[in-house]
């Protein structure tokens, strides 16, 4: 039986960016959702790609090996109820 589920990370709010990429460096299946804005300065335009959810990362994994996710910096915690979180 498969235990790999869907679940929400909370993690620290602008940091989505890198814990998506943190989390494929150790072989695991991250979802962030991202839109583009441009933002405008006096002197310039930029695309800036924002998280849809910010604070939060979706990510396909077992979660009897939550220990090893949460350890990582950035992360905050598995959303859901304690120790089982919610798929």
Known sequence: MNSREW??????TGKEKWVTAA???RGHDPLLLLYT???????????IDRAVFPGYVFCDLD???????????G????VGRPH????
Do not use: C, N
């Open 7 to 12: 679940y929400a990370l909370q993690v620290y």
């Open 23 to 25: 989390l494929e460096e």
């Open 37 to 47: 804005v441009v933002s405008k300065w006096s002197d310039r335009r930029m695309q």
């Open 63 to 73: 979660l009897h090996r939550r220990a090893a996710i949460l350890g990582m910096r």
């Open 75 to 78: 992360v905050l915690r598995v």
């Open 84 to 87: 089982a979180g919610a798929p």
